[in-house]
């Protein structure tokens, strides 16, 4: 087991185990960009993560792991302090888990399982004993757990290249974003079907809701949430979340 301070480097295509575990809590770090021969499972314990893909945005807020397959290009970018467990599993652990990348919920068990295996010495032997029966249950609990929309599909288009390049900022109302990159509102509705699957203001929305869940996670108020994400009063912004999620921000967080 590592556990991980924030300055120091780790690749566990390093170490020959199956499987490998790391804790940390981590303050404003960013990973860069990188990919791994191992599937990743990312359980956020406290705090948020913002995962960038390739042509994707994943949040990871508290309570909630990212499944990376192998192979899969990605960066995370962990604002304040979260508190987070991994686990690295070599390929052949991966053939019956999720081939995309993906948020799931982290069921009781799935999260008792998690920390052993996470804090476990690299030298474990998961081949028999306590270990296998560890990581039985644990490959069985992630394949069954229910996936979450907690991924934004980014456009391609060129024409969209400023949109993207701050993804923490309020993408602009669709009249304002015709000015911005000069096509029609009708153009720029058939580039996000086609290349998201949603409107842009669908798109707008679920950016609105994952932004907002990163900045209630980060232990931002009512008022500052509203603000942020262009609402005119905190009570627009409850509803809002409210219909996105059938959850008040408060019971959401719990």
Known sequence: MAWLDAHAS?????????????????????SGLHRHQRGQLLYTRRGCTRITLAQQLCLLPPSR??????????RAVMQHSVDYRSIYLAPQLCAGLPQQVCVIEVSP???AV????ATADFASDWQQGKG???LGLCLSEMAEAAQQPMLLPLPRDKRLGALLATPERLPPP???????????????GRIFQRETGMSYQQWRQQWRL?????????????????????????SAFIAFFKLMTGSTPGNWLG
């Open 174 to 188: 669709l009249n304002l974003l015709e000015r911005q990159v000069g096509a029609s509102g009708r153009t720029i």
């Open 10 to 30: 780790f690749d566990p295509d390093r170490y020959p185990a199956p499987v490998i575990g790391i804790a940390s809590t981590l303050g404003d770090h960013d």
């Open 132 to 134: 296998l029966h560890l």
């Open 210 to 234: 994952m932004r907002a869940m990163e900045l209630l996670a980060t232990g931002r108020n009512l008022g500052y949430c509203a603000f942020e994400l262009g609402f005119a009063s905190d």
């Open 114 to 117: 998690l920390e052993p295996i």
């Open 109 to 111: 068990l799935l999260r």
């Open 65 to 74: 792991a990212a499944w990376i397959p192998p192979g899969v290009s990605h």
